[in-house]
């Protein structure tokens, strides 16, 4: 089986509550059953639909995103993006 490198914006997971479609501040055992639920119901596997791969995934970045250390380089990921596309689209000399 062949290695493959995945890119995500992170636009794609702007809350990951709504992706794993649970309400913020649930307890850990109900977020890891929307996430396995959502895994199986979306892996490429199983679901025949054009957009599974993207859906399963978001979900896993999702559920990633709760770890500290991911979630440390993910709020950086998103703010240089924000403030590099905000420089570049006001023409600002750095």
Request: net charge positive.
């Amino acid at each position: 089986m062949a290695n493959r490198v995945m890119f995500c914006s992170a636009s794609s997971v702007i809350d990951p509550y709504k992706t794993l479609k649970i309400q913020p501040g649930a307890s850990e055992s109900d977020v890891k059953k929307a996430f396995r639920q959502l895994a199986l119901q979306y892996h490429p596997d199983v679901c025949r639909g054009s957009n599974c791969g993207v859906q399963f995934h978001k979900i896993n970045e999702a559920y990633d995103v709760r770890n500290p250390i991911l979630l440390f380089f993910f709020v950086w990921f998103f703010l240089s993006n924000f403030w590099l596309n905000l420089i570049l689209h006001l023409n600002i000399d750095i």
